[in-house]
């Protein structure tokens, strides 16, 4: 079985600076991790995926997630946030041939002007 | 236009009645998913289509049925309306290989009173 663990389900950052979101997985084969986000009223959209290969990706608007299997961890990380970051981030775990993605509770990200 | 489209966006209803939302893609994806958010529990999935005539139930499927009319098409049903199904419902496609990367509809607001 796969989950997600997002701590934390409301995080507050000032504009210009560092956005941390984290995100633990547990999965039993090599995962496929994802990013989205939800701006208000709107669908998902991917912000980034790591499959295979870098471990370090990189994704729109200026984020980026790092593969840490180690640490089965996938935290999404903004040098510097703008208020047009305020959004909902959810992590999702899934893999390859299998057709079910399992999301985590998602975060809703505030930026502080 | 959107590339997967839901109807309604929104719909208040009363327990007992019956209800449908509808899903249309112009993605050419062969897989469909419906997915229903609640705040603090994510995205969960209730139904997938592989494609026409493959129909899979998710996690939440009990009191739902789907129907899955051409590719393009997929339509979840409430057949007895109650207010626990009060949430917001995604439609999302996918297409082979699959890494789980899904496009997500704008989303049905559905009310049960």
């Known amino acids: 079985a796969q989950s997600v663990t997002q701590l934390g389900s409301h995080v507050s950052v000032s504009e210009g600076a560092l956005v941390l979101l984290r995100c633990n997985y547990s999965?039993?084969?090599?995962?496929?991790l994802f990013w989205y986000v939800q701006y208000p009223n709107q669908g998902l959209q991917l912000l980034l995926k790591y499959t295979t290969g870098a471990t370090l990706v990189k994704g729109i608007n200026g984020f980026e997630a790092e593969f840490k299997k180690s640490e089965t961890s996938f935290h999404l990380t903004k040098p510097s946030a703008h208020m047009s970051d305020a959004a909902e981030y959810f992590c999702?775990?899934?893999?390859?041939?299998?057709?079910?993605?399992?999301f985590g509770i998602g975060t809703k990200l505030q930026v502080i002007p | 236009d959107a590339d997967v489209t839901q109807t309604p966006r929104n719909r208040i209803t009363k327990t007992g009645k019956r209800i449908m939302l509808e899903c249309s893609q112009t993605k050419g994806h062969d897989r469909m998913y419906w997915y229903r958010q609640d705040p603090g529990l994510g995205l969960r999935l209730i139904y997938y289509s592989f494609d026409v005539k493959d129909i899979n139930k998710g996690e939440i499927s009990d009191g739902y049925s789907v129907s899955r009319q051409a590719q393009a098409k997929f339509s979840l049903s409430l057949e007895s309306a109650i207010p626990n199904q009060t949430a917001l419902y995604f439609c999302?496609?996918?297409?082979?290989?699959?890494?789980?990367?899904?496009?997500f509809g704008e989303g049905s607001r559905l009310t049960v009173l």
């Open positions: 999965s039993s084969v090599p995962p496929y």
């Open positions: 999702a775990v899934g893999f390859g041939g299998y057709q079910k993605v399992t």
């Open positions: 999302a496609t996918s297409e082979p290989p699959n890494t789980g990367e899904l496009f």
